[in-house]
């Protein structure tokens, strides 16, 4: 069994007293940088890691977080991080941590507006939130900022207003994995279409950056006869409008090889192709709907790009918890793995 380093354990190796120890623990007092650093040094040899249940109980009153997140309700794929809010949420409530969920339509800025305007009327110890919609965030953030209310984001990511720290994807390396995938099942050049079917790709940074990620892949490529078109489309649930599109699409663009979605809505497209007979182009896209597996099963969707939506929800609680109740210093990108996923390995993904 493996050893519990105690204060003693590191002051004898860093060479202080216990008292010295403890004020570097606890933050408080005065100690030379040369102490800290080698109680530092120490405690990293030692593998210390501090008693967060003595730490939670020292801690006085209530913290109470609030995430901001659309409603899953109106889209299967938030039902993973929402589910992640809710996991973090009932491990932290025997430390006081009591978690309030905000939830608005993701195709209504509005909707978010009202929701973060409640939050910030109110008085929390931290906020979470998915800023899906770029330029509506800004204010918040940058309020929150001002009056020093410690902020997680996920989903996406905006580094400017500096929050505690960000969960989720790398949406630009999740463009450039999309490009390898096509690129490897390819049997010769040709065009590949990065579909955007979303209401507001402009005001959704993620959503540019993946595209963003994809182009650069395809660059160095161009002379060798590959090329980049794109669409966006925010009509994408008239099922009549949407196919008449597509079929002009395909129409102009006769040496298409592939497509790219860039969210979770893959299952629109493939549609497409399925009543159409055109199960012979590649199709790579985000998220593991139950849509999306059963056509990545039936070999219409190619690959899926998982972006683990739980660890977001889930990791975005936790870490705005250890700041504020555990005092721990937290990494300020928590950046999660993009797996990539077949008909052959779905099944291993709940």
Partial sequence: MKKIARIKDIAEQAGVSAGTVDRVLHNRGRVSEDAKKRIKKAMEALDYEPNIMARALVSSGEYRIAAIIPNPGNDEYWNAPFAGVEEAADQLRQYGVVV??????????????????????????????????????????????????????????????????????????????????????????????????????????????????????????????????????????????????????????????????????????????IKHNLKHFQLVGYDLLLKNRELLNSGVIDFLINQNPHGQGYWGVKLLADYLVFKKQVEQIKYLPLDVVTKENVQYYE
Wanted: charged letters at 25%.
């Fill in 100 to 273: 309030d969920k905000f939830l608005f339509n993701q195709k209504d800025s509005e909707s978010f507006k009202r929701e973060a305007q409640k939050v910030s009327s109110s008085h929390y110890s931290g906020i979470l939130v998915a800023p899906i919609f770029y330029r509506e965030s800004l204010a918040f953030l940058n309020k929150w900022k001002q009056e020093k209310v410690p902020f997680n984001l996920f989903n996406t990511h905006i580094p400017d207003y500096e929050p505690v720290a960000y969960v989720g994807q790398d949406s630009y390396q999740s463009g450039l994995l999309a490009g390898r995938l096509l690129h490897y099942g390819c049997k010769k050049p040709g065009t590949f279409m990065v579909v955007h079917l979303d209401e507001q790709v402009t005001n959704s940074t993620h959503l540019v950056r993946k595209e963003q990620g994809f182009l650069d892949y395809f660059e160095d490529l161009r002379s060798d006869g590959y090329q980049i078109v794109r669409t966006e489309v925010d009509f994408w649930e008239d099922t009549t409008r949407f196919n008449h599109h597509m079929n002009k699409l395909l129409e102009s663009n006769a040496d298409l090889r592939g497509f790219f979605v860039t969210n979770s809505r893959s299952f629109v497209l493939a549609d497409f192709l």
